[in-house]
């Protein structure tokens, strides 16, 4: 059996994975949005964060979120992933953090680290974080100018090198956000992380929602998204730790070849959020969309709305585009990715179909 072959055999084996997930989900990732408020503004946010806005529910409302998800979920397979905005603006993140790992939580988040000196280093430590992803989005003057703050990269370096320091994290991870301005500095970005002592580097296309719509320019070209991938593969070959995101169907020739795994968008399946307004929802990146909150923590058991409703998301996103339903890759596919969806008109923004197969 060759490759392709082989990998029709797990793309298959997905594709029944998915139809058991939409009868039968299984809560792994569950995010809380702990604020919108954040100290940049950049320009590809999917949340439209800025300084300024608000912080998510009370300490009290995200700790009786965690007591029920505790009574009625195996933690062993849950990651809790904390996000915003910037998360360490939350005024009670330190004692909300300590009280979920005491109630045996494993959790997660993704910071611009510009806010980590050592003693917030040494304050993540103690809270029992295990995993970060820390966004760097090019060199020192794009990476300012593309995230509205000046000194923001070295800032976000220190950073980085305070949790490497600490000696007290599982995975370090930095995220680039590659688009059409910054794509050209890939290599000399390499360099600089190749010297540090970060456990991976997640490397995702810009994605067309939030502020990114705004900047159609900014989108990547077809001739973008062969570079990036050909070049994500190359550092694979060579043993780098280097990953594609979780996002969109990527055909035969790129499934499995620039991340460890086979495309599945697990929204609602796998994983659920709370929203700073305490909706209840799936996936953050999806348009934030009255249909697809499901309920509230300050009025709904968030296991009983898990359980009981998320149907919008139980079922093939394919099932709202004429042009997906008739495509010969659906079965693998199943529409896509649902946070690049177009849903006022019905079809998907980002397909690699006539792009890379």
């Known amino acids: 059996m060759d490759i392709k072959e082989a990998k029709k055999v797990y793309l298959d084996r997905k594709a029944e994975l998915r139809a058991r997930l939409f009868k ?20 590809h946010c999917g949340s439209s964060c800025e300084p300024g806005l608000g912080h998510g529910p009370d300490k009290e409302a995200f700790k009786a ?47 611009n680290a510009t806010l980590i000196t050592k003693d917030v280093a040494a304050m993540l430590a103690r809270a029992g974080m295990g995993t970060v992803s820390v966004s760097i989005d090019g060199l020192r003057d794009t990476h300012d100018r593309q995230r509205g703050l000046k000194g923001g990269y070295d800032r976000a370096m220190q950073g980085i090198q305070n949790l490497i320091d600490q000696k007290a ?38 994605e067309p929602m939030g502020r990114a719509l705004d900047y159609p320019d900014m989108l990547l070209t077809p001739d973008d998204q062969r ?25 035969l020739d790129y499934e499995r070849d620039v991340r460890d795994w086979f495309f599945y968008c697990g929204a609602g399946t796998h994983t659920a959020a709370i929203r700073v307004n305490g909706d209840i929802t799936a996936c953050l990146d999806i348009e934030d969309r009255p ?28 099932s709202l585009c004429k042009e997906c339903q008739d495509c010969e890759w659906e079965k693998w596919c199943a529409g896509g990715s649902r946070h690049s969806f177009d849903y006022d008109n019905g079809k998907q923004r980002v397909c690699f179909k006539g792009v890379l197969f």
């Open 291 to 318: 249909e697809f909150i499901q309920g509230n923590i300050y009025k709904d058991k968030f296991s009983d709305v898990w359980l009981n409703r998320f149907q919008e998301f139980r079922k093939p996103l394919s």
């Open 65 to 111: 979120v965690l007591d029920d998800v505790k009574e009625h979920f195996d933690l062993k397979q849950l990651q809790l992933c904390i996000t915003g905005g910037e998360p360490l603006l939350y005024p009670d993140f330190e004692e909300l953090l300590t009280y979920a790992v005491e109630q045996g939580f494993h959790w997660g988040m993704t910071t």
């Open 169 to 206: 994290f599982r995975h370090i991870q930095v995220t680039t956000v590659v688009n059409h301005k910054n794509i050209g500095e890939l290599d000399e970005l390499y360099e600089i992380l190749d010297k540090i002592d970060i456990d991976s580097w997640r490397v995702i296309g810009i």
């Open 227 to 251: 570079y990036l991938f050909k070049y994500i593969r190359e550092k694979r070959e060579q043993n780098i730790p280097v990953n594609y995101g979780c996002s969109h169907f990527l055909g």
């Open 24 to 43: 039968e989900p299984e809560l792994i990732y569950l995010f809380f949005e702990l604020t919108r408020s954040c100290n940049s503004k950049c320009f």
